[in-house]
């Protein structure tokens, strides 16, 4: 499967993401090629609609204490919910669709969040930390919000401003 980052301002960033019904054949392909792109990428977290398919899916590879971002930990996370959330964190995040750009985002510190893995197990997971904040992050994907628009009006129109001219240098 040839799979490609879709890049803001891209509108199908803006679509909302479908729940799974099929946990088949077709499925496990999608996330089987979604792992090595974020990895080839640098990315820790990746949205299904990122790749231009509105499914609820993402995956997440959180590196361990040594830096070490080891396929152990990937985690697959289809049909989200996410039904508890405390406490408030601050972390500069960055999303491969807005590349180049990374702002101080406010997220909940925890948060508990059921899911389906690839075989349509349940699960439960707890989380706190940057699993926590890429959870959120990737959650928000499914609903075709980015971490650009939690920021400021100022900062937003400053983010426009150079974001436009940095895609302009790009094309030349
Ligand atoms: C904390 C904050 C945000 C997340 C969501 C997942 N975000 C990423 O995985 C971002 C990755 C990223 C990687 C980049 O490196 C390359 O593209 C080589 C990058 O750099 C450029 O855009 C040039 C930007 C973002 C999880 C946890
Ligand atoms: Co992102």
Avoid: W
């Avoid at 890049?7 to 090629?33: G, I, M």
């Amino acid at each position: 499967m040839n799979l490609k980052i879709v890049e803001y301002p891209d509108k199908r960033l803006r679509q909302k993401s479908e729940k799974v019904e099929n946990f088949n054949k077709e499925l496990h392909e999608l996330l089987d090629a979604m792992y090595p792109l974020m990895i080839e990428t640098n990315g820790i977290g990746l949205a299904a609609i990122q790749v231009g398919i509105p499914k609820e899916i993402f995956i997440l590879n959180i590196p361990d204490e040594e830096g070490e971002q080891s396929k152990e930990n990937l985690i697959e996370i289809i049909n989200p919910v996410i039904s508890e959330k405390k406490g408030e964190t601050t972390y500069q995040e960055g999303c491969l669709s807005v590349p180049n750009f990374y702002e101080d985002i406010h997220r909940y510190e925890f948060l508990t969040l059921h899911y389906q893995d690839r075989e349509g197990n349940t699960c439960t997971l707890e989380a706190d930390g940057l699993l926590s904040i890429a959870i959120q992050h990737e959650y928000d994907h499914l609903l075709g919000i980015l971490f650009i628009d939690k920021l400021s009006s100022s900062r937003r129109r400053k983010f426009e401003k150079e974001y436009k001219k940095a895609q302009k240098e790009k094309k030349r």
